[in-house]
Structure formats: C-alpha cells, structure tokens
C-alpha cells in the first residue's frame, strides 16, 4: 500500500507532533510526515522535526505582501513534497483561501475545547474563566472559518472545582496527544486520509 504523504502544520512546542510521529511509527499506520510547516523560526517543534528526521519549512509572514502570498510559498513547498493531507497542530493561524483551494476536504485541526464553545486562540483559558465545569478536545474539519468545521470527535475533560489553568492545560494536553493519534487512525482506516 502507498503511504499517504502528510504535512503537518505547528506553531509552538510541538508535542502533538511528537504525539503523532510516535504514533505513527508504533502503530505502522501508511502514512508517512514528508514535512513539519511552521510560521516561527524559534518554535521547538523544529527540534522535534529534526528527531524524526522530518524536513522543515520555516515561513515569516511578513516577509510577504498578503497572506496569499505566503500561502502560494507553502503551496509550492507542498507541492514539491507531493503532499495528500495536512494536520494543523498547533498551528496558530487560520488558512486563507490559497490553501484551503487545494486542501479543504484534506485538512483537520485539533482544538483545546468543546466546539462550538470556546474558539479560536484561547480555548483553555476562555472555558476555564467562564467557570464551565467540563471542556474537553475537539478533532475537526479545517474550513474557511475560526474552528467552525465539521466535528470528527471530541473527548470532555473535567475542570476541577479546586484547578489553576496549567493543571487544566496539562489534562488538556494529556487528551490530545491520545485522541488525535486516535483520529488520524480512524480516518486512514475510513480511507479519509
């Protein structure tokens, strides 16, 4: 069987890489990481790129005129790497119509809340200030707008009468790097990805 050739796209730390590319090699999965895009030169996750031995394609912004510009640069970047599907992990910018023309159908994000509550970049500490006594991780769809696709699964997590943010984040974090790997399985199953 061919190995589908991925993209995944990070911003910060990393660690739902690292969840995935150990996931991937333990469960034989034919998928293979062709290239981490990240939009931070400084961003850990290059480090853990390098781990893996996966290439990487470091990309400022605001080096370019727009944001379809810099989206015509990741094109050619994924292009080149003959890329099926991308995984957003952690990536901390929306796809503009450039990317989502040739990946939308072919792309998932994973978020740190119950969507539709709690969107875009705070989803942490937006259901932890609203007091909400369960939050959780949702897997989802990329489509034009702010963590508003299609829902693939979602896992709730408490939130202690008696937690701080960082042990919510932790829990969080710990639900993430379990489910999405898990996600990502179902849908090579399914033959989504």
């Known amino acids: 069987m061919n190995k589908?050739?991925?993209?995944i796209f990070a911003s910060g730390e990393g660690t739902n890489f690292t969840a995935l590319a150990e996931s991937f090699e333990r469960e034989n999965l034919p998928v293979s990481i062709e290239l981490l895009v990240c939009d931070?030169?400084?961003?850990?996750v290059l480090n853990r790129a390098a781990k893996f031995n996966v290439d990487t394609f470091v990309i400022n912004f605001k080096e370019y005129p727009?944001?379809?510009a810099a989206e015509a640069v990741i094109l050619e970047q994924l292009a080149a790497k003959h890329i099926d599907f991308i995984i957003l992990a952690g990536y901390m910018r929306i796809l503009g119509k450039t990317l989502l023309s040739k990946y939308e159908g072919k792309t998932i994000n994973i978020h740190p809340a119950l969507l539709p509550n709690?969107?875009?970049?705070?989803?942490i500490e937006d259901a932890f200030e609203a007091g909400?006594?369960?939050?959780?991780v949702t897997v989802h769809w990329v489509d034009s707008g702010i963590d508003s696709g299609k829902?693939?699964?979602?896992?709730e997590v408490p939130?202690?009468?008696d937690d701080h943010l960082d042990q919510l984040e932790a829990r969080i974090h710990a639900v993430e790097h379990k489910l999405y790997p898990e996600v990502v399985k179902q849908l090579v199953e399914e033959g989504e990805i």
Do not use: C, E
């Not at 909400?132 to 959780?136: F, I, K, Q, S």
């Open 118 to 123: 709690f969107p875009g970049r705070h989803g």
């Open 66 to 68: 727009n944001k379809a």
């Open 4 to 7: 589908k050739r991925i993209a």
């Open 40 to 44: 931070h030169k400084d961003a850990n």
């Open 159 to 161: 939130v202690h009468k």
């Open 132 to 136: 909400v006594p369960v939050t959780g």
């Open 151 to 155: 829902i693939i699964a979602q896992r």
